[in-house]
């Protein structure tokens, strides 16, 4: 009989170890919303103990629900992440026993919230609604970024100013208004490359209405517009071109020669038309030599450029020779750059001058040129072009 007792009391112990252990566990629940209004399945709950270190993770079901059982009795700090990145907490939650504690999460309305709270910034309005929920901290938050948003809009309203003014200026010639505006808006924004690539071809404008000193001066002041340019943009073949018809004009060929070699190599599809224009500012200023070595440039790039083995043609005709009797000796290579012309362009702006020069060189003029980029001609007949 005394034994059926003590059996009876551990079984009563027992019994009460078990209630007293089951007894220090809690549960939490929930729900997540998407900001879409719908349930969001996938999201990570954590939950991370305060009072005694523990983490704890589950996530959610198609439903947009959590669930987790057996959590130590506590202080929790409750966190849902979506893609990675925490979007919302609720902290200091305390587990119960019982029931499951809800704790849910709708992002739909911290989408609204966050849409009303950049309405606020934007327009420096508050309502009433948002007012009473938002804290001492988070008002004064708001007002600095409401100030210093409107300030970045006065700032950009009067860089877009000075900017279109600039470009106005420039579209009618105004170079020196241009440079005034551009330079107004370079020192509200330096990083921007369009204010110096505009700025320099304002400086280089202006130096074509003056002389001497002023005129080295503008030109100056446009190359250092195009090397800021470029400082921020390396990669930009127009801006390699355009500083270097800067540089020919400057008189500084062998630095024009080596932007322009940049330029080809960062747009070889425009190569010829780099070099091409090196050339022609080149012969403007009587620059020969290296006007040759462009145009040849042109041709190498692009074999079909018509107009470069029009002007390289030109270039080996001044080295042409006259006999003691009067007769012209082109060097080699001379006829070949005017018959190649014809050959592309029958119709071309040079046609004429090129039948010309071929004449002059005593060269027999051809009456027709077949145009190698008209469409094929129809069987049984053939399309040239005179």
Known sequence: MKIFKKLASLTALAALFTFGAMAQTASLEGEVKGEDGKPLKDALITLERKDIKGNYKVKTNKKGQWFHAGLPLGTY????????????????????????????????????????????????KVTEEMSREMSKEQKEALEKQAKERSAALAKNKELN????????????KSFAAAIEAFDKAAVMDPKQVVIWANKAEAHVG?????????????????????????????????MHNNYALALAKAKKYPEAQAELDKAAQLDPSNAGRYYYNLGAILTNVNQLEPAGIAFKKAIESDPNYADAHFQYGLFLFSKATITPDGKTVPVAGTTDAFQKYLELKPDGQFAEAAKGMLQAAGTAVQTEYKNPNAPAAKKGATKTKK
């Open 161 to 172: 100013d000075a900017f279109n003014t600039g470009m106005e200026a420039l579209k009618t």
């Open 77 to 124: 700090d409750i966190s849902c992440n979506v893609d990675g990145k925490v979007v919302d907490t609720v902290k200091n939650v305390r587990t119960r026993m019982g029931d499951p504690l809800p704790v849910n999460f709708d992002l739909s309305k911290m989408a609204n919230q966050r849409k009303a709270m950049e309405q606020a910034i934007s327009t420096g």
């Open 206 to 238: 202006l130096a074509g209405s003056k002389t001497g000193e002023e005129q080295t001066a503008e030109l100056a002041k446009g190359m250092e517009a195009y090397s800021k340019a470029l400082e921020l943009k390396a990669d930009d073949a127009g």
